[in-house]
């Protein structure tokens, strides 16, 4: 069976800090890996990642893959309040399967 | 507008009922899905129908039943609510499976609470 471990399960930082959230895997036929924020509704994309080693950059956040050793890591700079979320990591399988992680529950206090 | 749209957003009934949950796309996609997310937050995947047709069937119960009257539409059926039914049910879809615009992204509606007392 699949399997996505995301860690840590939760994290509180203050404003400015910069945090590291992990995400490993164990798939058979992988095809890519995705984080998704999730405030208080739906899940909203932000990185989709296919190669090991090529950094993903959207503002103060990237993501890198690792296939070799099955992770991938989500990184946020100069964190703000509104970072405050879950961050769910899923791993695209064949078949055309999402499995999500538990999730990573940051809260970036003022 | 909304791309994908779920109806109700809030659902309270009790044990033993039979409710229905509905979701309709218009970002033209082919495949659509249901994921149930619990109380500790932990998403994962019930069925996927590609083009109207049964992909992903998880280990759900049968009193679960979706149906997709066109590939815009999937719903959700649940008969004989149990407690442990009790969750936010995502409805998402994605492009065409496998073809040139399948980046795996999933888009997601905004969720349907269920709380069967």
């Known amino acids: 069976e699949d399997k996505v471990v995301q860690s840590p399960l939760s994290l509180v930082v203050h404003e400015g800090d910069t945090v590291t959230l992990n995400c490993s895997y164990e798939?058979?036929?992988?095809?890519?890996l995705l984080w998704y924020k999730q405030e208080k509704k739906a899940p909203t994309f932000l990185f989709m990642l296919t190669s090991s080693g090529i950094e993903k950059k959207s503002g103060r956040l990237s993501s890198i893959l690792d296939k070799k050793e099955l992770f991938s890591i989500l990184n946020i700079t100069a964190t703000q309040t509104g970072d405050s979320a879950i961050y769910l990591c899923?791993?695209?399988?064949?078949?055309?399967?999402?499995?999500f992680g538990t999730g990573t529950r940051l809260a970036v206090r003022p | 507008d909304t791309a994908v749209s779920q109806t109700p957003k809030y659902l309270v009934t009790q044990m033993g009922n039979d409710k229905s949950i509905k979701c309709e796309q218009n970002l033209g996609h082919d495949t659509m899905y249901w994921y149930k997310q619990d109380s500790k937050k932990f998403l994962k995947i019930m069925f996927s129908y590609n083009n109207k047709e049964l992909i992903i069937n998880e280990t759900v119960p049968n009193r679960f039943s979706p149906k997709s009257p066109d590939k815009a539409h999937l719903n959700l059926h649940i008969n004989s609510l149990e407690l442990g039914d009790s969750a936010v049910y995502f409805c998402?879809?994605?492009?065409?499976?496998?073809?040139?615009?399948?980046?795996?992204?999933?888009?997601f509606g905004e969720g349907s609470r269920l709380t069967v007392l």
């Open positions: 899923a791993v695209k399988s064949s078949g055309d399967k999402l499995t």
């Open positions: 798939v058979t036929n992988f095809r890519s």
């Open positions: 998402a879809s994605s492009p065409l499976r496998g073809g040139d615009g399948d980046t795996g992204e999933l888009f």
